[in-house]
């Protein structure tokens, strides 16, 4: 069955320090892979795509077939990245995209 | 540009009582459209999607319905609520083969 895991429901790091934001999936076929964030008071909206291999806001992720994942890294956090963060798994089905989303792991930047 | 809306913004509703919340877009047609709740220490779940009027998908069983009356509007309905209905409920849609889901502002539902 096709699975989005995201291990840690809350990730705690200061200014400055790196971030992971880590994320496993389970699906057979070939995976299309999304970070979307979730600001406070605002909508959620798309971080970035794996196929992109784009940066964003200083954030990477690399999807790493092998090890099933696609964590969320960036080098230096900001307390503007505060956030809740959701992995999502794209998948063709039935005649549509559909996305499975994994439970989210809620960052906050300590000043 | 595309926008979508969800009415109501929160909703209060005694156990028993009947729910409609709706999603329409604008600035697109022939969408795609997704139903999720986003519940506490469960993250984002898919209820329903539909790939056109009338064509819903159902992902769990339990006690809400969708409709899609018309191309640019979804409703989520329930006869009777039960207590394990509150939540905060999600519309999504997306232009049918291209990358990204759009979110709504979403609807805090809360059963008493």
């Known amino acids: 069955a096709q699975r989005v895991t995201q291990p840690e429901k809350l990730l705690s790091v200061f200014k400055g320090a790196p971030v992971e934001l880590k994320c496993n999936y389970s699906?057979?076929?070939?995976?299309?892979l999304f970070w979307y964030v979730q600001y406070s008071r605002q909508r959620l909206q798309l971080l970035l795509r794996?196929?992109s291999r784009e940066s964003i806001k200083g954030f990477t992720a690399d999807l790493n077939k092998g090890e099933t994942s696609f964590h969320l890294k960036k080098p230096f956090a900001q307390e503007e990245d505060s956030a809740m963060y959701y992995c999502?798994?794209?998948?063709?089905?039935?005649?549509?995209?559909?996305?499975?989303f994994g439970t989210g792991t809620r960052l906050k930047v300590l000043a | 540009s595309q926008t979508i809306h969800q009415w109501p913004a929160t909703l209060v509703q005694p156990v028993g009582s009947p729910l409609s919340l709706e999603c329409t877009v604008e600035?697109?047609?022939?969408?795609?459209l997704y139903w999720y709740r986003q519940a506490a220490g469960r993250g984002l779940q898919l209820l329903f999607y539909?790939?056109?009027?009338?064509?819903i998908s159902s992902e769990v069983p339990q006690n809400l319905s969708a409709s899609r009356p018309q191309d640019r509007q979804f409703i989520l309905s329930s006869k009777k609520l039960l207590l394990s209905d509150s939540g905060f409920y999600l519309c999504?849609?997306?232009?049918?083969?291209?990358?990204?889901?759009?979110f709504g502002p979403g609807t805090r539902l809360t059963v008493t």
């Open positions: 699906y057979s076929g070939s995976p299309e």
């Open positions: 999502a798994l794209r998948l063709w089905t039935s005649g549509t995209y559909k996305y499975i």
């Open positions: 600035g697109t047609s022939n969408p795609n």
């Open positions: 539909s790939v056109g009027i009338g064509q």
């Open positions: 794996h196929i």
């Open positions: 999504a849609w997306s232009p049918g083969q291209l990358y990204e889901q759009y």
